[in-house]
Structures are given as structure tokens and as C-alpha cells.
């Protein structure tokens, strides 16, 4: 680490934004489950470190009138996963953030760093793929919003420009009530990032919604909107097809955790038995 | 750069000049001479830096001290009071779970917390709350069964002294 390296920790976001803009050196800080690594390993060296945990806005869980929720950028995971109204109207986001890391590890990590550092295995991404999240982004022109699918545009790339912090995630109402699995395959069942992860996801109603989104089987994290066309038409009787629309549509890479063949094949396996325990 | 920071560190207040790039872990190790906390991967893999920040299991390696400046740090060392171990030290020692002990401080500090959290917990329960300790010597059973013999100990111990509160009001209620 660096030995003049600086450290600031504003209580608000406008000072946050302010103080990111005059030191282009400087990177925002969550957890650090991520940044510490990288920062020790060279992969990136920030001359100051803006702590956001103590920005009190950032650390509420709140309830929106369209019935959604809006989940700060510092609560932990550990406290998404454990959260009444999240595991009500959001199951699968639950059962995704419980996979990440360990549990110490949850206490830490949160939901905006897992968005932010963009790893195309990133759980908790799949679930908010799925659930059509917005995330909240203040910066020195303002504040927007943008929906989590035009986020993500490749292993640790997103569309935030330089200096954009994420205040906030947000779930709308439309997805709440989706139910079904996320099936995670990983060498070992704790603190080892996925080789392969598939939810697959149905919301009960007149029309039936469907979500089928995977993990770690292409740059980014995949939502197949194919297939959950195909279900909504035909129904989990199309399981198989959906299956195969699920394998078109990956792109993995072979590495240290798995071939592409095999990551290939367990897509067409867990969306299949995903889409099966739904029927 | 330097910052000062004021923190309680097993129930004791602390005021230190530390570097922003220390973490947690070397402040308790090298400043405070808390050597029960072990540096073993450094990078949050291992779980042999475990310590309670404000009653959360954190990995000490991946928190910066100056993360920590106004909050409550508990280390192994917490956890015995005035010489005697707690249920869990016992419990370990008592079922053989530990060989060479490097990643013990960290495993007993994980399940201080589950045991807070969750005083009955089952053997998947306990092995969820360590998923994130590794333990390269003993295969992890001596240490699941230590967990749940603590949380047995600690819960009769409890019970006891919840039913001599109960015998102390009796005897406080004039005849
Ligand atoms: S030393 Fe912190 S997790 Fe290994
Ligand atoms: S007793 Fe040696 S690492 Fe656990």
C-alpha cells in the first residue's frame, strides 16, 4: 500500500461526489472486500480512499410506494439476506446474496460493491438481472437512474463513468413475489466464486412472468430473455427448450474452475431442473 | 499519511497515530500487541484474522484501522474474563480441536458470534458460520462438535442462572 495514502470519510453524498471530483486519484469505499485485494496486488492504486460507510443515507433499507424496496449502497449482505421485507417480496435475491463469500465475509461486502466490481460471476447481479433493478447514481451533474441490464458491459467494466457513486439499489414492485432457485455450482460451498449459476424465477398470476439469468458463463451476467418468452408462452412443458435457448445464449470460457464444455452443459442442466421444480 | 484514531479494543479505549494503509489486523497485532488475532492469507480467505467489529465477524485483513476509528473491536482475547476461558475455549479443548491452533483464535471468534446470534445451532448451522475458516489440521469435526458442546454448555449455564435469579427473588420477597 501506498505510504501517502490518504483517507477521507464524509457524512454526506453531495461532499462524497465533491471530494471524488477534485482527486481524480481517489476511489470510493464499501466494504473493501474487493478494493483491499486489488489495492495490495497493484491491480489498483488509489491515492485516497473515500470511506462511504459513514454516510448515514447510504446504510437504510426503505420501503417504496410501488411496494418495491431500495437497499442503501453500504448495507452489508449479511443484512440484505437477513431482511423481512427481502426475503418476502424478494426471495431469490436473499438465496443469491447468501451465496456470496462467507458469512464474516457478508458482514463486510454489500450489494452496490458486488454491482460495482462487475464480475461476470457476481450472484447477487444475476438477481437483480432478474428482478429489473435500477441502481441510483449521484455525481457532480446530478443524480439518475439506471437499470441494472445496461450496467454491466464486461468482466469489471460497467457504464458508471469515473467518479459516479451508487447510492442506492433499487427492486420495484412489478418483481416482487418472483420465487424459484438459484443452483450455484463452486469447487468448494464456501468463499469460492461460482463456476456456474442459474436462476430461474416465476412470477404466479393470470400470466404467468418467468426469469431465467446465469452466472459465470459469459463477460457479463446473463439475462435470457428467450427462454422466459418461450415459458411465458408454452409453460415449464417447454423446460427442455428453455434449456437449450439458455446454452445458445452463454458464452462461457474455459479456466481454473471449469471448461467451457462442462459450464455449457450445466446451463442446459440447471435451467432445465430449474424451470422443472416451477412446473 | 497518519490519521488518529479512537477506538475500544476489548473493552479498553484506544488513541492511535496509524498509517491509512494499516489494516485492523497489523494495528492489533503490532500496535496493541494483541497476538492472538494471525495474519494468515491476508487477502479475507483464510479467517484466521477474525475479530468482532460492534459484535459483527469481520476478516481484520480486509478493514483498515483507520475503518475502525470509533467503533468496538472484540479479539480472542476478549473473550476469556479475568484468566477463565470461555465456554468455547473449553469446549475446544475439551474435544481436541486443535492441532497446530494457527486458525483456532479465528474459528472461536466466528462461533462467539453464531452463539449470539443463534444459541441452538445445528451442525449446519455451525459449518455455514465457518465456511469462511480454514483449518488445514484437524478436518473440521472436533471443531463442529466443540461449537455445538459450547452452545450446550452456554445454554445451561443460562438456564441455571436464570432459575438462581429466579430463587434470589424468592428470597427477596419478604415472608
Ligand atoms: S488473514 Fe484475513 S482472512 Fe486470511
Ligand atoms: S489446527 Fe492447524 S490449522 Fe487448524
New interface residues.
Given amino acids: 500500500?501506498?505510504?501517502?495514502?490518504?483517507?477521507l470519510?464524509p457524512s454526506d453524498v453531495e461532499d462524497a461526489v465533491a471530494l471524488r471530483a477534485s482527486r481524480p486519484s481517489a476511489a470510493f469505499?464499501l466494504?473493501?472486500?474487493d478494493l483491499?485485494?486489488q489495492m495490495?496486488s497493484g491491480r489498483r492504486s488509489p491515492e485516497t480512499?473515500i470511506?462511504l460507510?459513514r454516510i448515514a443515507e447510504l446504510h437504510e433499507i426503505r420501503e417504496n410506494a410501488d411496494g418495491g424496496l431500495s437497499i442503501g449502497a453500504a448495507v452489508p449482505l449479511?443484512d440484505v439476506e437477513t431482511h423481512p421485507l427481502v426475503l418476502a417480496r424478494y426471495p431469490l435475491l436473499a438465496e443469491c446474496a447468501k451465496t456470496v463469500?462467507?458469512?464474516?465475509?457478508r458482514?463486510?461486502a454489500t450489494l452496490a460493491g458486488n454491482v460495482c466490481n462487475a464480475s461476470p460471476a457476481a450472484d447477487t447481479a444475476v438477481a437483480l438481472l432478474a428482478l429489473d433493478a435500477v441502481v441510483n447514481v449521484a455525481s457532480t451533474t446530478g443524480r439518475l437512474a439506471m437499470a441494472i441490464s445496461e450496467l454491466f458491459l464486461g468482466p469489471g467494466q460497467t457504464a458508471l463513468m469515473p467518479g459516479d457513486l451508487v447510492t442506492d439499489v433499487v427492486l420495484p414492485g412489478s418483481a416482487a413475489g418472483v420465487r424459484g432457485s438459484y443452483q450455484r455450482l463452486s469447487r468448494r460451498?464456501?468463499?469460492d466464486l461460482a463456476t456456474v449459476g442459474v436462476l430461474v424465477g416465476k412470477r404466479d398470476g393470470a400470466r404467468p412472468s418467468w426469469r431465467v439469468a446465469l452466472a459465470a458463463v459469459a463477460p457479463t451476467p446473463l439475462r435470457v430473455r428467450a427462454a422466459e418468452e418461450l415459458l411465458e408462452a408454452k409453460g415449464a412443458a417447454a423446460a427442455r427448450e428453455a434449456a437449450e435457448l439458455a446454452v445458445a445464449a452463454c458464452r462461457p470460457i474455459t479456466d481454473q474452475r471449469g471448461s467451457a464444455e462442462y459450464r455449457r452443459e450445466m446451463v442446459g442442466v440447471l435451467v432445465r431442473r430449474g424451470v422443472e421444480s416451477l412446473g | 499519511m497518519k490519521k488518529t484514531i479512537t477506538l475500544e479494543v476489548n473493552g479498553v479505549a484506544e488513541t492511535a497515530e496509524v498509517e491509512v494503509g494499516q489494516t485492523l489486523l497489523r494495528f492489533l497485532r503490532d500496535g496493541l500487541d494483541l497476538t492472538g488475532t494471525k495474519e494468515g492469507c491476508n487477502e479475507g480467505e483464510c479467517g484466521s484474522c477474525m475479530v468482532l467489529l460492534d459484535g459483527r465477524p469481520v476478516n481484520s485483513c480486509l478493514v483498515l484501522a483507520v475503518e475502525a476509528d470509533g467503533r468496538t473491536v472484540t479479539t480472542v482475547e476478549g473473550l476469556s474474563k479475568e484468566g477463565v476461558l470461555h465456554p468455547l475455549q473449553k469446549a475446544f479443548l475439551s474435544q481436541a480441536a486443535v492441532q497446530c491452533g494457527f486458525c483456532t483464535p479465528g474459528m472461536v471468534v466466528s462461533a462467539a458470534a453464531l452463539l449470539r446470534e443463534n444459541p441452538t445451532p445445528t451442525e449446519d448451522d455451525v459449518r455455514k458460520a465457518l465456511a469462511g475458516n480454514l483449518c488445514r489440521c484437524t478436518g473440521y469435526k472436533q471443531i463442529v462438535d466443540a461449537v455445538r458442546d459450547a452452545a450446550a454448555a452456554m445454554r445451561s449455564a443460562a438456564e441455571a442462572g436464570s432459575d438462581a435469579g429466579k430463587a434470589a427473588e424468592r428470597e427477596e420477597v419478604p415472608a
Fill in positions: 500500500m501506498p505510504v501517502d495514502l490518504d483517507y470519510a469505499l466494504g473493501g472486500t483491499l485485494p495490495r480512499l470511506d460507510k449479511a463469500g462467507a458469512w464474516p465475509l458482514q463486510r460451498k464456501g468463499m
